[in-house]
C-alpha cells in the first residue's frame, strides 16, 4: 500500500508565503516524477508544478518566479514553496507522484490541502 500525505496548508494574506509538503511511503521501490496540481471552486484540475526524479522541473506560467518545487528522494518527500501569494492561487493542492513498488507501477494523489489568500 502506498500513501501521499500532504501538509502545510492554511490561511494567508495576499503576499505571504506557505510550505508545502507531501511524503510518499508503503513499499516504495522508488519514485519517478512528483508534481503538485490545484484545483479552485467550479474550475478543473490544473498542474502548477512538476519535477523529476533528476532535478528536472517545470512550472505553470500563472506562478513561475514565485513557487519553486523540490524534492528529497531519501525522504521521499516533495514541497512547493510558494512565495507572494495571490488571491487567485487559493485552491485545494494535490500532491501526485508516479511510484514504482513491489509489484508494478502506479499513479497516486494525495488527499488534498487547502490554500486561502485573503486580499
Known amino acids: 500500500q502506498v500513501q501521499l500525505v500532504e501538509s502545510g496548508g492554511g490561511l494567508v494574506q495576499a503576499g505571504g508565503s506557505l510550505r508545502l509538503s507531501c511524503a510518499a511511503s508503503?513499499?516504495?521501490?522508488?519514485?519517478?516524477?512528483m508534481g503538485w496540481y490545484r484545483q479552485a471552486p467550479g474550475k478543473q484540475r490544473e498542474l502548477v508544478a512538476a519535477?523529476?526524479?533528476?532535478?528536472?522541473?517545470n512550472y505553470a506560467d500563472s506562478v513561475k518566479g514565485r513557487f519553486t518545487i523540490s524534492r528529497d528522494n531519501a525522504k521521499n518527500t516533495v514541497y512547493l514553496q510558494m512565495n507572494s501569494l495571490k488571491p487567485e492561487d487559493t485552491a485545494v493542492y494535490y500532491c501526485n507522484a508516479d511510484i514504482f513498488w513491489g509489484l508494478g507501477r502506479g499513479d497516486y494523489w494525495g488527499q488534498g490541502t487547502q490554500v486561502t489568500v485573503s486580499s
Open positions: 519535477i523529476t526524479s533528476g532535478g528536472s522541473t
Open positions: 508503503g513499499s516504495i521501490f522508488s519514485i519517478n516524477a
